[in-house]
C-alpha cells in the first residue's frame, strides 16, 4: 500500500502503538490512481446506482486517496467497510488516538451536509499532528477548520 513518506510512518507507528494495547489495525486502501478511482466508482455506480455512489465513492479526480493522505482503516478482526466497524473495540481505539499521529476521520457523523459524504468510521487523512490536534480540539470537521 501507498502512501505519503509522513503519513506511512506515523501510520505505522500508530498500528505498532495500538498493538501494543492489543488492538490489531488493518490498512485496506491507502492510494489510488486515477484509473483506480475510476474503476471503483463506476463499478458502485453500476452496482448500487449514481446517487448512492455520490455518497460514498469519489468521482476519479475527486479522490483524497489519490493525494496518497487517506487511508482506510479497519480491523484484522473486522474487513467489512460498513458502518458496524463503528462498533468494534478497534474503531474505537483508533477514533480516540488518531489525532495524536497527525490523522482525523474524515467523513464525521452529522457532518455529511458539510463534507459531501456519508459518515465513515473507516476513512481517516492525514493532515499533520498540529492539525490533527487542532481540530480535535474543535470538534469540527476539515471543511469547518480550513473555513470552506
Given amino acids: 500500500m501507498l502512501l505519503r513518506k509522513e503519513a506511512s510512518?506515523?501510520?505505522?507507528?500508530?498500528f505498532k502503538d495500538a498493538e501494543k494495547e492489543g488492538?490489531?489495525?488493518?490498512?485496506?486502501?491507502?492510494?489510488?490512481?486515477?484509473?483506480?478511482?475510476?474503476?471503483?466508482?463506476?463499478?458502485?455506480?453500476?452496482?448500487?446506482?449514481?446517487?448512492?455512489?455520490?455518497?460514498?465513492?469519489?468521482?476519479?479526480?475527486?479522490?483524497?486517496?489519490q493525494t496518497g493522505l487517506a487511508v482506510d482503516v479497519l480491523a484484522e478482526n473486522y474487513t467489512d467497510?460498513?458502518?458496524n466497524f463503528e462498533n468494534t473495540e478497534e474503531c474505537r481505539w483508533l477514533h480516540n488516538n488518531m489525532y495524536k499521529y497527525g490523522f482525523i476521520l474524515r467523513y464525521i457523523k452529522g457532518k455529511e451536509d458539510i463534507t459531501g459524504y456519508s459518515y465513515e468510521p473507516w476513512h481517516i487523512r492525514y493532515v499533520g499532528i498540529e492539525?490533527?490536534?487542532?481540530?480535535?480540539?474543535?470538534?469540527?470537521?476539515?471543511?469547518?477548520?480550513?473555513g470552506k
Avoid: W
Wanted: proline share 1%; net charge negative.
Fill in 23 to 65: 488492538i490489531y489495525l488493518l490498512a485496506v486502501s491507502g492510494y489510488r490512481s486515477y484509473e483506480y478511482q475510476e474503476d471503483v466508482y463506476t463499478t458502485e455506480v453500476f452496482n448500487r446506482g449514481e446517487e448512492y455512489a455520490d455518497k460514498y465513492v469519489a468521482k476519479p479526480g475527486y479522490s483524497e486517496h
Fill in 81 to 83: 467497510m460498513d458502518i
Fill in 131 to 146: 492539525h490533527s490536534n487542532k481540530i480535535k480540539e474543535k470538534g469540527v470537521c476539515l471543511e469547518e477548520y480550513l
Fill in 9 to 14: 510512518e506515523n501510520l505505522k507507528r500508530m
